[in-house]
């Protein structure tokens, strides 16, 4: 077996297909159809794209009627209903409309007074699906997958692989890690985990033979005004940013599953660690004051 890596821009991203295959010709095989999922779920599910299926379903949302989407599209508003309930509200794919207010290009927060009138557009509990058909009632709200649409594609791509005969190896989109097997000796694949304030150290290797890796952080898109950070995870219940922890990683079995716990979390602020606990979930937190937390050993050392 031989090891080889594909990489590609996608989502906003650096993506990595890591496979172990016998050559490279079955490894190319096998990474062209991951990125083509990738980039097919990206052109699916992107705000930016006005052919979009998601552009199609806001298009309606704007005028709160009901639009029929397939099962894929259905299954994933169903997850993040899931999600909406399990979270108390925290994690809702209508938050995304804060965005009217929100730049995170200028160094100041916006005005409350922006903020306010977007508030009653939000809220998953007035979107129904039933029988593969959205129903909006509320005009002016819209979705956006950007919490879910970059951990399906990495769990997609790896099932993608996985059907197509891959049995060791990972998907990597940007830090969104979905694992198809081991190494071919039966070995893990160890993912060091980065300090979110000190990107040389790496505060703990997590072990992976299976399943899903994700982290959320204040560290990607932010600003600082006087003396506090304004991260871009917003909290849909009262449209502003996220505090109290710096990043949470969660390991879970879907990386899907991983992304949306670990965004909870960080809106959760200081009881993230202990809600996750709670659900008998694998993680490792770190609070705005460099505290480390969590089910997985801590050992820093330096980034090579």
Known sequence: MFSFSHSFFAMGGDC??????????????????????????????SRYRTDSELSRINAAAAQGQSIRVDEETGGLIEFAKACFIKSGG????????????????????????????????????????????IHFSQPGQELDFGGLGKEFAA???????????????????AGDIRVIGPQPDGSPWKVGI?????????????????GALATSGDYERYFEFEGRRYCHI????TG???????????????????GALSTIAMLKGRDGSHWLARLGVRHIVVTEEGECRGTEPVEFRRYN
Request: glycine share 6%; net charge negative; aromatic share 6%.
């Open 194 to 210: 980065r300090h979110p304030r000190a990107h040389a150290l790496v505060i703990a290797d997590v072990a992976l033979t299976t």
């Open 234 to 237: 917003l909290d849909p219940r």
């Open 155 to 173: 769990d997609r791509a790896a099932e993608v692989c996985a059907g197509l005969g891959a049995r060791n190896g990972f998907i990597d989109l």
């Open 16 to 45: 990595t297909v890591h496979l172990c295959t016998a050559s490279k010709s079955e490894f190319d095989g096998l990474a062209e159809a991951a990125e083509a999922e990738v980039v097919r779920i990206e052109k699916r599910y």
């Open 240 to 258: 502003w940013p996220a505090h109290g922890l710096s990043s949470v990683t969660v390991i879970s079995d879907r990386c899907l599953v991983a």
């Open 90 to 133: 925290a994690f809702d794919i209508t938050s995304g409309i804060l965005r009217k207010a929100w730049d995170f290009s200028l160094p100041r927060p916006p005005d409350p007074a922006s903020i306010d009138p977007l508030l009653p557009l939000i809220g998953l509990d007035k979107v129904t699906l039933s029988d593969g058909n």
